[in-house]
């Protein structure tokens, strides 16, 4: 192995005095002159850069549903806090005199349809009497059929048929009348059939405890809306009011009471340029660089790539938002700089050579000067990918030759 290396270095002596014509060897080129490359395995990144902010993921401020007077704060600056935590509360002498006034209404309103509609339900009263309805007015029809076909003349056998018809339409008119008086509450009302005003009567009790039913509601609501609770665990970031403090009905859902963000997940919101931005995607891979923490280094993953693209000093930029979760103790904060490498293509152990070393030939192929037996000549490649610096050999070269790289 030591021998291969010190042939390869002398071969590169001996090549950097033929191409003395091109100019100086490795680590001593200037520009318009050439140097030696040995062909080397190696990995290769191909990213594109965005430049952005951070911004946690989970940042809510917080507000109050109704307006009040605030009666208590349970958290400063600072604290940390589980999900459901009560973190203020308004004064709810007012609301529960409402909620027990709004529950007082619902029990009259109830009281008074179940007085109308005991044992039977509307419901009962709506569709059964319309079906009972239609009922006897099918069964008169058949007993009246039946009645005609007496009066004419049959045969005994007939006449006895005919006969057993009548009785048939007898009962089903008895029984329908008798599920009309039902739908109607007959026993309820006394006897007779329920006058058509009841059905009124009945529709407004109905809405009078489907409208207590409402006012319940809202009275339960507000008294929900006047205790400010964590939606999820994390650090309080801001306390912007103080016991005794009044919300007006104009403020009180626009006034920011607390915010809280989870500190453990962030997001980069970066702009990427529309010349790369084909080749962002969701999913891929990023390297994410903090301008105030040189020493940090974070991967996080693509979550979004805007398909609206705004404008800036004549360039044409595209949102991308990069998520990552957030190492204890990094001293990362919201706000600030930040770049993201996004990870286009990798490639591990493939063969590599200076961008610098491919040259094209007369139809535009791609072609590469190679040290032969101390000689240098042309020779056709197959190239993958490319970064910055480093281009991917796919077929044409062998590890260890010697490239020639123009400066």
Do not use: H
């Amino acid at each position: 192995m030591r021998r291969d290396r010190v042939k390869t270095v002398l071969m590169l002596a001996l090549a950097c005095l033929l191409v003395v014509s091109l100019g100086a060897c490795a680590g001593q080129a200037e520009e318009g002159q050439s140097q030696l490359v040995e062909v080397s395995r190696g990995d290769l990144m191909v990213t594109v850069s965005a430049d952005g902010n951070l911004s946690f993921v989970k940042d809510r401020k917080l507000v109050f549903g109704i307006s009040g007077t605030i009666a208590e704060v349970n958290v400063e600056e600072g604290d940390r806090v589980s999900q459901g935590a009560v973190l203020a509360r308004l004064d709810t002498t007012s609301l529960e005199l409402a909620a027990k006034a709004a529950e007082v209404d619902m029990e009259i309103a109830a009281a008074s349809y179940r007085k109308l509609t005991y044992p039977y339900t509307y419901a009962t009263f709506a569709f059964d009497v319309p079906d009972a309805l239609a009922k006897i007015v099918d069964a008169k029809r058949e007993l009246n059929e039946a009645v005609e076909a007496l009066e004419i003349g049959l045969s005994s056998e007939q006449y006895w048929e005919v006969w057993q018809g009548v009785e048939q339409a007898q009962d089903k008119l008895t029984e329908a009348e008798q599920r009309l008086a039902r739908g109607q509450g007959e026993d309820v009302f006394e006897a007779g059939y329920l006058p058509i005003t009841s059905y009124w009567t009945l529709r407004e009790a109905q809405l009078g405890m489907e409208r207590a039913q409402v006012a319940l509601d809202v009275a339960n609501d507000d008294l929900k809306s006047a205790v400010m609770v964590a939606p999820f665990d994390g650090v309080i970031a801001t306390v912007d009011i103080k016991e005794g403090d009044s919300l007006s009905a104009f403020d009180y859902a626009t006034r920011t009471i607390v915010e809280l963000v989870d500190p453990g997940e962030m997001e980069l919101s970066a702009e990427a340029d529309e010349i790369d931005v084909p080749n962002v995607e969701p999913g891929q891979r990023a390297i994410i660089s903090v301008d105030a923490l040189p020493g940090v280094q974070l991967e996080g993953e693509v979550k979004s790539v805007s398909p609206v693209a705004t404008e800036e000093s004549g360039l044409v930029l595209y949102k991308v938002k990069v998520g990552f979760e957030v190492p204890e103790g990094s001293g990362l904060k919201a706000g600030m700089s930040a770049t993201a490498d996004i990870v286009i293509t990798e490639r591990s152990g493939v063969l590599l050579v200076p961008n610098r070393a491919i040259g094209e030939d007369s139809q535009g192929n791609p072609v590469v000067k190679v040290m032969v037996g101390g000689q240098i000549e042309e020779r056709a490649v197959v190239i993958g990918v490319s970064d910055s610096s480093q281009t991917e050999i796919v077929s044409g070269l062998n590890e260890g030759e010697v490239v020639v790289a123009r400066y």
